[in-house]
């Protein structure tokens, strides 16, 4: 039997480090009851962002509802690679392509592009990636969150050396 959707039929949905301890990071918990409005025993769901996920009750502790459900792998990886823009906000560029439904985003550093980054930047900017994603992921709830890649030189992409993160 497959596993049941992930649709919206559970409430918020959420990403948790482990299933069975349902534990939720303070700002998730922070964003259920302030921005959402969650009370005792409203529904949702919780994901590990690897493709499991679980029905559960909001609380002071995260009640688990029901068994845990693997949503299969996609048959064909989704990769988009983009440039770096000046005065652009990549983040949305991350964010919309999350909510798509992309499995690995790739920020590109071309030879004639305006923007450049120290090591410094490319990896504040990595982390912050990883978390528009992870936020994209539960607004979209999605039981997969988006791979992002290190910002990554053009030449290193077309040579297939493009180191593959989570």
């Known amino acids: 039997m497959a596993a049941p959707a992930l649709d919206g039929s559970g409430g918020p949905h959420v990403y948790v480090e482990d299933l069975d301890l349902l534990r ?77 439904g992309v499995d690995r985003i790739v920020p590109l550093l071309a030879d004639r592009s305006v923007v450049r980054w120290d090591a410094a930047k490319q990896a504040a900017n990595h982390e912050r990636f990883r978390r528009v994603a992870r936020e994209a992921g539960m607004q979209s709830r999605r039981a997969e969150t988006a791979a992002i890649a290190a910002a990554t030189l053009l030449t290193a992409l077309r040579d297939g050396r493009v180191a593959p993160t989570r």
């Open 24 to 100: 939720l990071d303070p700002d998730d918990r922070h964003h259920l009851e302030r921005a959402l409005r969650l009370r005792v025993g409203d529904p949702l769901t919780a994901g590990d962002g690897a493709g499991r996920w679980r029905a559960c009750r909001f609380g002071p502790d995260l009640e688990a509802e029901g068994d845990v459900c693997e949503v299969p792998p996609p048959c064909h990886e989704v990769s988009v690679a983009f440039s770096l823009l000046k005065g652009g906000r990549p983040e949305l560029v991350v964010q919309k392509l999350t909510e798509l």
